[in-house]
């Protein structure tokens, strides 16, 4: 019996062994199979690293024999779009926003029989210096694994040097080629005789060209990028923008259809401000150029004698005079029906160069003579700053191609049109914040109140802001240094935090500085005399700023208008259709604006300022423009911020002589900047059912504008009533009579707009007062929660004190 059980228990404990190792075995196997399944750089530690490229010596890059058999791509795909052709899968793996590109390894092919398919020389200097760029760039990667577009390094700038087959062959051994795709070909001559095509002559598959010479129907919008064709004389050139010029119009070219040598010839004769030259005879010098055979003139140092200077094309659209010109600030005229403008998808050179139809080259001097001297100017400072900024250096010329591939690819970081086409010194106009896209969840404002002595206006205006839901901080600036803040006992007390920040001097600026306890974006810069605004209104404010957070969105708004009679700037305060300031006494801005206003501020502004004590507003709205190049945003309608508790020798607005300063102020402030960056809008921002006709308690905001004024007024003269019952009647019937214009234009406009105010004095006044029947007739409410209102300025007639008398007992 013994035995037998024993036999069954061995027998158990071989099937459980069998079993477990079974399982062991079909573990192993689902492990391994996991891990052919991931991706080999999250299951290995250890990782590849990639050296950048080495350009130190590219004659001694390794030689490379391209088989005859080895087979090529189609040739430039005319149908390509950036769409069609272009992976954009392949970008932004690194989650930097940016492009990341990879060049190829150097290496020297060479046919079967050894010839170098570039030749006589491997690489020139214009490609080595562009492969530099590309290598130094911020888009440059040495791992072709995150790379998004790939740079051939062999160089195609010139077909002259290429051996077209030998070449095309060559790109299909590249690793990466896949028929072309996100690969970049750069070429700056292209085409051979007879045809001269406008594209390089290479199977490129769906590769991208950056290149120049492109006519209309080669170029491919916005997948190729034109070029300029690169000028080495232009380079040791130094224009004078303002220096007279001796000729009209200058024709320097060379090789030029015979056609068009004897039309300018034939209006040279005509127009002596023209001048055509030609090639002289002896000795042969493509520097030289010759009138005849009497004038000789040297060239390119003749185009800065010119005003215009002609771009005819040639056996080649791309021609050199086009840089050669602009390099000597001579505005380009393009005769070149077809061509394709370097850059084009970016910059606009109707401001730097004029276009003329081929069939219309007789007219070129009754075109180049529109053009006031004021234009020429413009149009002659543009041509410089884009040819030193674009064109000037093969590195330039590289930069600029990489940015707008990257553009394209991510276009919610691209350059805007003033970023591509404004000179810094003129107009610069890209925010130099960060904005999302759209509006975060910002931690609310911080309200930053500069004050002197107003105790009783400054608690008043800090009980109001602490409604503000999206309110953050109070921070008030304690601008009197003779005399200490109230003790905090006395302080208002609030449920968000309140800061007071003691000064060392008496400045406007102090306002505008970046203090360390603001850590929201947004700040409110307010007087402590802006009592007026409602709850309602400062969160709509906010609200709007959120959306629009590199511009200045506030309440008062000012406007410049230029008088003719003094030759100055004017700083306007009446109501305009047009506004171009908006003041800081009550108003958001981003805190870098602080920051810049502080540590920024061109010329001695802030000093100015400081030492006047005027014009902070005014600077701070030049800053924001300048660097922007945007309006700022009035919001709500309210227009009077006047304080109702202040004196007059209070304010510092109320002083002519504070108006008068600040016109000079703006003539000052714009000779620094060197121009006036403000600029004027026609808008202002309400809520969307501002004044509809709508339930008001499923609007948002309702308190907008000067009903709310009224509102709180009426509830002023509520308290008013409970304490002084006959003075209560006597106070409406003064503020009827000098608001009756407005409150006849407020019960025109519906009742909702006025039933707040007709609830409140029903409410508060007269159920609390037995009235006359004077009184009665003035108070009368229609079923219809309306007014039947007659004219104060009659019935008041009738009182028989003083209202200001009654009011004041």
Request: aromatic share 12%; proline share 6%.
């Amino acid at each position: 019996m013994g035995s037998k059980h024993f036999t069954a228990l061995s027998g158990y404990k071989r099937f459980f062994i069998g079993l477990f190792a079974v399982l062991i075995v079909s573990f192993l196997a689902i492990v391994s199979g996991l891990v052919n399944l991931f991706p080999r750089g999250l299951v290995y530690s250890k990782t590849t690293t990639y050296d950048p490229l080495d350009l130190s010596d590219p004659t001694r890059s390794p030689r490379v024999v391209i088989p005859p058999d080895t087979p090529v791509s189609s040739g430039p795909n005319p149908k390509c779009t950036y769409y069609d052709c272009f992976n954009v899968y392949k970008c932004g793996h690194k989650g930097a926003g940016k492009i990341l590109v990879y060049v190829y390894p150097l290496k020297s092919y060479v046919s079967d029989k050894g010839v170098p398919v570039i030749g006589p020389h491997p690489m020139s200097r214009e490609f080595y210096s562009l492969l530099s760029t590309i290598v130094g760039s911020r888009y440059y990667t040495p791992n072709p694994e995150e790379a998004c577009v790939f740079i051939v390094s062999i160089d195609t700038l010139n077909q002259n040097r290429i051996k077209i087959k030998e070449a095309s062959q060559a790109l299909t051994l590249l690793p990466f080629w896949n028929n072309g795709d996100n690969h970049l070909i750069f070429n700056m001559v292209a085409g051979a005789a007879p045809e001269y095509n406008t594209v390089v002559d290479l199977a490129i598959g769906n590769a991208m060209v950056a290149g120049a010479g492109f006519d209309s129907w080669s170029y491919r919008v916005s997948f190729d990028v034109s070029l300029p064709l690169f000028s080495t004389k232009a380079l040791p050139l130094k224009a004078d923008s303002h220096a007279k010029r001796k000729w009209l119009i200058v024709s320097s070219q060379l090789n030029i259809n015979s056609e068009y040598t004897s039309e300018l010839l034939e209006l040279a004769s005509d127009h002596s401000e023209l001048l055509v030259l030609q090639p002289c005879e002896t000795p042969v010098n493509r520097s030289v150029r010759c009138v005849g055979q009497s004038r000789t003139y040297f060239y390119p140092q003749v185009l800065q004698q010119g005003e215009f200077c002609i771009v005819l094309r040639g056996l080649r659209l791309a021609q050199t005079v086009l840089m050669d010109a602009m390099a000597a600030g001579c505005i380009p005229i393009v005769i070149a029906n077809t061509m394709i403008m370097p850059f084009a998808e970016v910059l606009d050179w109707k401001r730097a160069s004029l276009r003329l139809n081929e069939a219309d080259l007789g007219t070129v001097v009754t075109l180049a003579e529109s053009i006031s001297p004021e234009k020429r100017r413009k149009m002659r400072d543009q041509c410089l700053w884009l040819y030193s900024k674009y064109f000037s250096t093969m590195e330039a010329i590289t930069r600029t191609t990489l940015d707008i591939l990257n553009d394209r690819v991510f276009p919610q970081n691209a350059m805007l049109y003033e970023d591509w086409n404004n000179p810094p010194h003129l107009t610069p106009s890209s925010s130099p914040l960060f904005l999302e896209l759209t509006a975060p969840r910002w931690q609310g404002f911080t309200a930053v109140v500069l004050t002197y002595d107003r105790v009783d206006s400054l608690f008043s205006l800090i009980e109001k802001l602490v409604k503000v839901p999206s309110l953050s901080k109070v921070l008030v600036v304690w601008n009197n240094q003779r005399k200490s803040p109230p003790p905090s006992a006395l302080w208002p007390k609030v449920t968000k935090p309140l800061k007071v920040i003691q000064t060392k001097a008496n400045k406007l600026s102090n306002r505008f500085y970046p203090y360390e306890d603001i850590e929201t974006e947004a700040i409110l810069t307010i007087d402590d005399d802006i009592v007026m605004l409602t709850s309602d209104e400062l969160e709509f404010g906010y609200e709007v700023w959120r959306e629009f957070p590199d511009r200045i969105v506030g309440f008062p708004s000012r406007f410049h208008v230029w008088d003719n009679a003094t030759g100055r700037w004017k700083y306007e305060s009446e109501w305009t259709n047009q506004i171009s300031m908006v003041l800081t006494g009550a108003a958001f801005h981003h805190k870098y604006w602080s920051y810049m206003y502080t540590t920024s501020m061109p010329g001695n502004i802030k000093e100015w300022v400081d030492d006047h004590m005027n014009c902070e507003d005014i600077a701070m709205n030049f800053l924001v423009a300048n660097v922007t190049n945007k309006a700022p945003i009035k919001v709500t309608p309210r227009k009077k911020f006047k304080c109702p508790e202040c004196t007059q020798n209070e304010m510092l607005s109320a002083d002519l002589n504070h108006m008068i300063e600040r016109s000079k102020c703006i003539d000052r402030f714009a000779a620094i900047y060197g121009q006036l960056p403000l600029r004027t809008v026609e808008f202002r921002a309400d809520p969307v059912l501002y004044k509809d006709v709508f339930p008001e308690k499923l609007k948002r905001f309702n308190n907008i504008g000067k009903k709310a004024y009224w509102v709180e007024a009426v509830d002023e003269l509520a308290k008013v009533a409970e304490m002084c019952p006959h003075a209560s009647q006597a106070a409406f019937t003064k503020s009827l009579r000098f608001q009756w214009n407005y409150m006849q234009q407020v019960m025109n406009g519906g009742t909702d707009v006025f039933t707040p105010l007709i609830n409140c004095i029903r409410d508060h006044i007269i159920s609390s007062m037995a009235v006359t029947r004077l009184e009665q007739d003035l108070y009368a409410f229609s079923e219809e929660g309306g007014m039947a209102w007659s004219d104060p300025m009659i019935l008041s007639t009738g009182l028989t004190q003083d209202p200001v008398t009654l009011l004041t007992r």
